[in-house]
């Protein structure tokens, strides 16, 4: 549950996401966010949009696991971001916060930017250099920011100072690591072929962006834990926390692994939501992991 303070929306500001932010369905009406949907497209040329609709995402994920070869995925376009800010504009917005996953793994940020050339909106790109439920998480921290009388230009500023000052993290644990490898998310050259694949590999994202992985626990459990001794790198024990919790067709995990977070952390808001689609078709169903911010 989200905490009271971003419950008044300034509706002067538009905050946009694009759909491998996993982000809860709830919070969009909620707290007035957007969705652009990036696109599987399957080898017969068929393509779906990553929705928020579980059910459709929970198909999705028995599909996928009897698939031979993986879909691949695409961008928004920029015509679908100008659609989104030619609507904002008529319904009254100044300015728009798009928020993107890392430019390292897609090229969203670039479809984003080349659409706020026609607009006469104040659009404000920010990429995140992460991807998944964090993303959430951080349009939650814009909105606050907002509401509190922050113009746009500062909240963007503000929002990738915290994200540099790595207040907000992206941990997760795959089960299959082939997904990875055929993604071509995670290079073979990183210290996990041979074996992986009867690994839970522990993935996280560096500064520049990538995906990267730290260690390659065997069972679900310790790779739990592992990702908990990550955490504690950059977020002390006892910490006031907040937390987004996402899995791919693995609730049971996630309900497991935010037990063992609540021993170590103060957690003043927690939530848990589904992978989406693109996400999924890169890490692997039986994924489990959370994005957390740090609460100062």
Avoid at 31 to 58: A, C, F, H, Q
Avoid at 198 to 205: A, G, L, Q, S
Avoid at 279 to 285: A, E, L, M, S, W
Wanted: glycine fraction near 6%; proline fraction near 3%; hydrophobic fraction near 40%.
């Amino acid at each position: 549950m989200v905490g009271k303070e971003v419950n008044e929306v300034n509706k002067m500001l538009k905050i946009v996401v694009d759909s491998t932010s996993d982000i809860y369905p709830n919070w969009l009406k909620e707290y007035d966010i957007e969705v652009v949907p990036l696109k599987i497209i399957w080898n017969d040329g068929k393509s779906e949009n990553d929705t928020r609709n579980k059910e459709d995402v929970l198909k999705f994920y028995e599909k996928i696991k009897k698939e031979k070869d993986l879909p691949t995925t695409s961008q928004p376009s920029v015509e679908d971001f100008k659609e989104i800010y030619e609507r904002a504009e008529k319904e009254g917005y100044n300015d728009v916060l798009v928020l993107c996953l890392s430019s390292k793994l897609s090229g969203t940020v670039n479809s984003a930017n080349l659409a706020s050339q026609y607009t006469d909106l104040n659009v404000k790109v920010v990429d995140t250099k992460l991807a998944s439920s964090i993303i959430g998480l951080i349009a939650l921290e814009a909105r606050r920011l907002s509401n509190s009388g922050l113009s746009i230009d500062e909240v963007a500023r503000k929002i990738t100072d915290e994200i540099d000052k790595k207040k907000f993290l992206a941990l997760f644990y795959v089960s299959d690591f082939s997904f990875l490898i055929r993604g071509g998310r995670v290079s073979k050259v990183q210290g996990f072929v041979g074996g992986a694949l009867k690994v839970k590999p522990c993935i996280t994202f560096n500064e520049e962006g990538f995906m990267v992985p730290f260690k390659k626990p065997i069972g679900e459990k310790k790779a739990q834990l592992s990702l908990l001794e990550k955490l504690k790198e950059f977020m002390p024990e006892g910490s006031k926390i907040r937390l987004c919790m996402i899995n791919a067709d693995n609730e049971n995990g996630i309900k497991s692994l935010a037990n063992i977070l609540k021993e170590h952390y103060e957690i003043v808001d927690i939530e848990s939501t589904f992978m989406g689609k693109v996400i999924t078709t890169h890490v692997g169903p039986g994924t489990a992991g959370f994005g957390v911010q740090l609460v100062e």
